[in-house]
């Protein structure tokens, strides 16, 4: 059973910034796919960021250019390291988990942004954008 725990929430400014971090216990994280996604009460949840086992990363269009998604597997972390912070990035931030598939010997992820393709979720952290 992979546990997930978010932590690095809180309260900026517009144009700040933050780094979320995700560790996994119980797994080995270099073998999962890791991504960050995000809900507002009300909305559908949505990806975010998705880092693949060869550190491949993939965004959502949102948050290119702004964000970026980093996994230490050393220690079973993922990052999220947030700048240019705007009120619509306010939201619980998610961290979620998927098994990487095994194909002709290589761990291969999907990459996407859907969540219901992800099996394993953290309780989430919250992140407030001030304007």
């Known amino acids: 059973q992979v546990q997930l725990a978010e932590s690095g929430g809180g309260s900026v400014q517009t144009g700040g910034s933050l780094k979320l971090s995700c560790v996994a216990s119980?797994?080995?994280?270099?073998?999962?796919?890791m991504g960050w996604f995000r809900q507002v009460p009300g909305k559908e949840r949505e990806g975010v960021a998705i880092?693949?086992?060869?550190?491949?990363?993939t965004y959502a269009p949102s948050v290119e250019g702004r964000f970026t998604i980093s996994r230490d597997n050393a220690k079973n972390m993922v990052y999220l390291e947030m700048n240019n912070l705007k009120p619509e990035d306010a939201a619980m931030y998610l961290c979620a988990a998927e098994p990487a598939l095994q194909l002709a010997g290589k761990s291969v992820c999907a990459m996407s942004l859907i969540p219901l393709q992800y099996t394993y979720w953290g309780q989430g952290t919250q992140v407030t954008v001030s304007s």
């Open positions: 880092i693949g086992t060869d550190n491949y990363a």
């Open positions: 119980s797994v080995e994280a270099s073998g999962y796919c």
